[in-house]
């Protein structure tokens, strides 16, 4: 991967030899646990430069501690949300919406999406997302005493749901998750083709419902008004990307990196069977334990931040998997504890842009592991196997096989 080298008002000092894509863990790797090893970063400054930390070779500065993430977060002014990560794979330079939008359009968009993921919204799907998760581990449970948990369930789950609330048709699952793990986690062959086929069927997608409308996000989008007027082409190819995008991987990998925790973890999965009233402050603390996402923020002018001299176009790196390993705000951080109480994780972001989808993420992720412990006796990673798991900006793991026999 091609580096950029550090710029000359970095100090010298405050370079730190650190990425979330290439680091120790973070390459695809057996049995590994990318989410303990990014807890290093609290060992050094609270603030460093990492020259390679984007999935292009670019550096950011690399904020640890969870307090000054928010602060990062919380000032959309003086860090912006436009960069532009999907659209610049393909040379061009448009958003997605809402998330790489600022105030004051970036709440003109939100207020026009959240209805459609409120937390009523969520109610009501619920017992769709529940029926498929049965039907889906009946099938597993009736078919043997092990399976891939990644491609058998927590994706088929995940995703058709997100493809049932985008109006998609199911039989296409396999391609979209083939799409969002090439865009995610390919090399630089790969991702531009993605990029463009995600773009191609988006594109195709609000051309259809202008003419055939149906009940539908898409169709929302194409018939939606922002102050006063209809969305224009590009908006509606920034919501569609964001949406599509953001429901093919997210959720999937945090329930696959939950289950291998319960499946080495025998007592904790023998307490959350017992109790089930328990899952729901576990998947808290399982989130906060495992989130997937790294948010970019671009500095807009010159700042000196808690000591750091960040200067315009300077890109700001806020893990969420850095944050949630803070020890000045979790006790033993590095401690998996399900009955963690007061769990500020930072999973779903913070300040104006806190994830959208993040009620119908909590909700299928509880409900995941409500049926899958209701329904598969206790389970183990299968001898001979490993998960392989990966940093980026999306962490993901593969290959889980679990075993009950």
């Keep these: 991967m091609a580096t950029n080298p550090v710029p000359d008002h970095v100090p010298p000092e405050m370079v730190r030899d650190f990425s979330l894509f290439t680091s120790p863990g973070m390459s695809p790797t057996p049995n590994g646990d990318p989410h303990a090893a990014v807890a290093c970063a609290h060992d050094g400054p609270p603030i460093f430069y990492s020259p390679y930390n984007t999935q292009d070779g670019r550096g950011t500065w690399v904020i640890t501690r969870a307090a000054d993430q928010r602060k990062v977060l919380q000032d959309t002014e003086t860090f912006s949300s436009h960069r532009s990560i999907f659209s610049s794979v393909l040379g061009e330079t448009w958003p997605t919406i809402p998330l790489e939008l600022d105030p004051p359009a970036h709440g003109v968009f939100r207020s026009l999406l959240s209805p459609l993921l409120s937390p009523k919204r969520v109610r009501v799907l619920e017992p769709a997302v529940r029926e498929r998760a049965v039907t889906l581990i009946d099938s597993i449970a009736a078919s043997g005493t092990s399976c891939d948990v990644m491609k058998e369930f927590a994706f088929p789950f995940t995703v058709s749901i997100f493809l049932r609330f985008l109006g998609l048709p199911d039989h296409r699952l396999d391609t979209f998750v083939g799409w969002a793990k090439d865009l995610l986690h390919g090399d630089d062959v790969k991702r531009p083709v993605a990029a ?69 973890n025998l007592k904790d999965q023998e307490l959350l069977r017992s109790e089930p009233d328990r899952i729901a402050l576990a998947a808290e603390e399982l989130l906060r334990a495992y989130p997937p996402i ?8 010159d700042i000196d931040f808690e000591g750091a001299p960040i200067r315009k176009g300077d890109y700001v790196s806020c893990a969420t998997m850095i944050a949630n390993r803070d020890p000045a705000e979790f006790g033993c951080p590095n401690t998996i504890d399900l ?18 989808g993040s009620h119908l993420a909590r909700r299928e992720i509880i409900i995941g592991l409500e049926e899958w412990l209701a329904r598969i006796p206790a389970f183990r990673i299968k001898k001979g196997t490993a998960p392989i798991t990966c940093g980026g900006h999306v962490f993901g793991i593969e290959n889980l096989i679990l075993d009950w026999s």
């Design 196 to 264: 463009r086929t995600i773009v191609t069927f988006i594109d195709e997608l609000a051309t259809n419902r202008r003419k055939e409308p149906v009940d539908d996000l898409m169709t929302f989008i194409v018939q939606a008004q922002v102050e006063g007027r209809r969305l224009t082409d590009e908006e509606i190819r920034g919501i569609g990307v964001l949406v599509f995008v953001a429901g093919l991987d997210t959720v999937a990998a945090a329930i696959g990196f939950d289950l291998a925790y319960l499946a080495r």
């Design 294 to 301: 790294q948010l970019i923020r671009v500095a807009t002018k």
């Design 339 to 356: 009955a963690r109480e007061d769990n500020r994780h930072a999973a779903f972001g913070y300040g104006p842009h806190r994830c959208l």
